[in-house]
């Protein structure tokens, strides 16, 4: 991916900004050092780096003001980072630009039961956030898989789903209310611990507008009673097609499980190598897991079962304990480590009409031959989230840029079929030049307008989410004007 | 409510505005006599009216976009409008302004049931968008009351509910894209069939956006499965505190009914007199109903009668049939025709945390005989959303006006416990002035910059939703600027 070249007036004043930064920030919380600063060259696309001007680790919403005050003055860019765990380059540095991390901000701000919600600073881990409601059996619902490291600021920027996400939603679904900064340092509040918001609802724009808006320092998240329990069941299909049948039968049937996990046959053998579940080897495999009490559970299933035998599975397991559904669980969610393993991959992202899904997976399989590239497919089914995995070699010469071209060419193939470029990693660096896929440029000349309102020099997270041609005429007849 | 004065230049040239709607529209779509225009003069807040410069009734996008470029050229004020059911005057013209009215725009343009969504023009009502898909068992999932007349453009400008909110979620929630036309006629597709949306996902910004930003001419809305069965239970408590509680331990106990509807004496009394559903007569009345399959319904029932029993209900009757269910349900869905019939009325629709329901209640209570008075509650109490009836003569000099102060001091409480001005109604003129008191000036700016940039000369649906000092500045700014 081109990146645009330096501003070098910046780089020029790399010593007087670094010191205005020390003057607003407790001592430790600017990091200059090229030594240190490498810590913040990457995301989770490590296929791509910069190391950045500096980086600073503000405590609170008034620090994150007076850091982005001076950089609006200066006309530095600014990169705002949650755990750093973007697949899609949303994190990544320029050489001119200030990261901003928010992983010292993780205090737990109030947590009201009786009202459902819980505010919090958003450097706060994802799964730290149902940690601290676990002892009144409370839990918050979006679950990428990432959970573990990832931050709630960066959930909030790729609006995150996660495999429970058919049922209880994405974050967009579960965020009231956020406290963020703007681009000249002015702290504003939308939504909150409420229902709606009187005038224009500018939180749902938020949601998802990776890093692009401003910098979200609280959120006020929905928090959900847990269930009392829950159960998958393992279904195999001789064919991807059948598969495919399965679920889109068991959503118009009205039952809603809270995940249907698809696997594909590369999918299948390289789990199982990998996590030895005990998965049936077949073209696809079901994992769909329901909840509630165990009244609810059986009906349910029986349901899903029923649907399941029309199609003739190659075989069907009921989870009888704990242990069963743990195993059932295990080769799922050691998927990308199970790759890992065997091949360098690059994890798209897509999202498609669930109908669509044999035609898709056949057409990703006549790629896979053409371009040589083999590809294991892991798929949200319920809500048409796909995450085609690439295997290639990173060491072989030409082999990452051939990825990205059958990558591109899957996402197309996404858009055409009436679905999207991405359902949860975010457009970052990886996608912008594919927008023009999805949007006709009255589209994204809307979303543009929008970016000029609250970024009006373009600073935040530079050469992302919008075209690359776009966004530097943007940002260069910004700077014309001024 | 005070309405800017017209523009005399405007009225001035009607003749050659209506001249050129006409060379866009077919016959009769374009309606200038005063006899005629008298039907577009108000919406359902009828102290209000204003015949507008004329009416036009395009059938097609493509007609939309040709009006408002007119529109645009001439720098003429358009009022979009759905059904004119708004609660709020949303759609209550000036006499500068062209009304343009959907109502025409009414048919279903695509049904796909294995992805779960409708695709419709905007002038659908909202029960017919459930009549197209309910031969196959589905249901849209939003039910606001005005549900038989209300038209899918006024929900999604309003970001309507419903009753059955609690668990489906509201307009916001069910809405997957939508074909949207600017002021300057440039038509744009926001979202679709498919989850998420790369970029800047700027369809949560039109979702209640009140007409401010462009007309909505398509939507691509979700349907659902309908649940196998229903049933309400009633239960009576003897303070208002207590059916609070009650509410509160169900929401805190995971139990997710789809509605829980709240009466307070004068409601109950009102009802009883008009729609004889046999209510107790007691200080608050819960209507609490759950659905799914018998062995589901009969299980979440349980658990909430449980619940109930704990704070010793007056009367706890659940339904045992189809008409039983029909009886609970009439007095409250009768409840604003009850009032209408003994009384002129203001219906309120602020929002608040559940748990502030018994202080509010009580604070309403003190209001009401300061103000001289009455009020009866309607409360959706599984998520907050208060309809406060305030009972006044409106023959009698005066009395609007202190009902629209008591109404204000009201939504005042709300944001001051942590709720908000207005749940589904909207702004509107209503509550326009209202909005400093929820938001601090840089919050309102974020917005009104956000109109800036979709309707940058301020011609759309003028004098509502924005404090009107604020919204006047800004279109005089835009007139000094041409």
Wanted: net charge negative; with cysteine; glycine share 10%.
């Amino acid at each position: 991916m081109e990146m645009p070249a330096p501003n070098a007036s910046i780089l020029a004043r790399k010593h007087q900004i670094v010191a205005r930064l020390r003057e607003v920030l407790p001592e430790g919380s600017v990091i200059s050092e090229l030594s240190e600063t490498r810590a913040y060259e990457c995301d989770a696309l490590t296929a791509y780096r910069c190391p950045p001007l500096c980086a600073v680790l503000p405590s609170s919403t008034e620090e994150v003001s007076a850091v982005l005050k001076i950089c609006f003055e200066e006309g530095v860019p600014v990169v705002p980072r949650g755990s750093g765990t973007s697949l899609a380059g949303g994190a990544l540095p320029t050489a001119d630009s200030v990261i901003l991390g928010v992983a010292k901000m993780n205090r737990v701000l109030e947590t009201d039961y009786a009202n459902r919600f819980i505010r919090v600073q958003t450097g706060r881990t994802n799964l730290s956030v149902s940690g601290a409601v676990a002892e009144e059996d409370f839990f918050y619902a979006p679950d990428p898989s990432s959970q573990l490291a990832c931050a709630i600021a960066g959930n909030i920027a790729m609006n995150s789903g996660g495999a429970h996400c058919l049922k209880y939603g994405v974050t967009t679904n579960n965020l009231m209310g956020v406290t963020m900064v703007l681009m000249d340092g002015t702290v504003i509040e939308l939504g909150g611990a409420h229902l709606d918001a009187p005038g224009l609802d500018l939180l749902g724009v938020i949601c998802g507008s990776e890093g692009q808006l401003g910098v979200v320092t609280e959120a006020t998240l929905r928090i959900l009673r847990k269930p009392e329990g829950a159960r998958p069941v393992l279904m195999g299909f001789a064919a991807n097609e059948v598969a495919g049948e399965c679920v889109s039968d068991i959503i118009k049937a009205g039952v809603l499980p809270v995940a249907i996990e698809f696997m594909d046959r590369p999918c299948i053998e390289a789990c199982e190598a990998f996590a030895k579940a005990g998965y049936p080897m077949c073209e696809a495999l079901l994992i769909v897991e329901v909840e509630g009490s165990e009244a609810e559970i059986a009906e349910q299933l029986e349901k899903i079962i029923e649907i399941a035998k029309r199609h003739n599975p190659v075989e069907l397991r009921e989870a009888r304990d704990e242990d069963e559904a743990g195993r059932i669980w295990l080769g799922r969610k050691s998927a990308f480590g199970a790759m890992g393993q065997i091949n360098d991959y690059m994890c798209l992202d897509g999202t498609i009409p669930v109908s669509s899904l044999p035609h898709v997976l056949r057409r990703i399989g006549e790629m896979s031959e053409e371009f040589g590239l083999k590809v294991a497919n892991v798929f949200h089914a319920g809500d048409g989230n796909m995450h085609p995995l690439i295997l290639f070699n990173a060491n072989e010469e030409g082999q990452l840029e051939l990825c990205e071209r059958f990558g591109a060419e899957i996402l197309k193939l996404c858009v055409e079929v009436g679905g999207c470029l991405t359902g949860e990693h975010g457009v970052g660096i990886e996608k912008r030049d594919l927008m023009h896929t999805q949007y006709a440029p009255a589209d994204l000349e809307a979303q543009m307008a929008v970016k000029d309102v609250f970024d009006p020099h373009w600073l935040l997270n530079p050469a992302k989410v919008f075209p690359l041609d776009a966004s530097e005429a943007r940002r260069s007849a910004a700077l014309a004007a001024e």
